[in-house]
């Protein structure tokens, strides 16, 4: 998808246009159920950031940058991009609390209410 991004918007230089790219066609399938894969290993978690650091070094060079010259992590900050880690953790304590506060239909996995 990241592909489809680059191939077919070679004429959008616009950060936010692209970031609106990326956030709705990427992310979503990076990101999709996360809680329940979330990877532990080092390698698997630095191939999920790797797409990142591609889309972030694809804007970079859009905006005139070399594509090893990029400074990742400013852009990364200007566009509001946190890492997928860090997106992973907090999908992890929203669904630790839906499950705490009764939130998940799935008697498996739910705690039972104390009254």
């Not at 990029?70 to 990364?76: F, G, L």
Request: with cysteine; net charge positive.
């Amino acid at each position: 998808m990241l592909g489809f991004i680059s191939r077919f918007s070679r004429g959008i230089h616009s950060p936010a246009a692209l970031r609106s790219l990326y956030c709705s066609l990427v992310r979503p399938i990076a990101e999709y159920a996360s809680p329940v894969w979330s990877p532990y290993t080092i390698s698997s978690q630095m191939r999920l950031e790797a797409l990142q650091r591609r889309f972030i070094r694809l804007v970079g060079v859009r905006l005139g940058y070399g594509y090893l010259d990029v400074p990742v992590d400013d852009i990364a900050r200007v566009l509001h991009l946190p890492s997928l880690a860090r997106r992973r953790e907090v999908a992890d304590v929203v669904l630790l609390w839906k499950i705490v506060n009764g939130q998940v239909q799935c008697p498996q996995i739910s705690l039972p209410r104390l009254t």
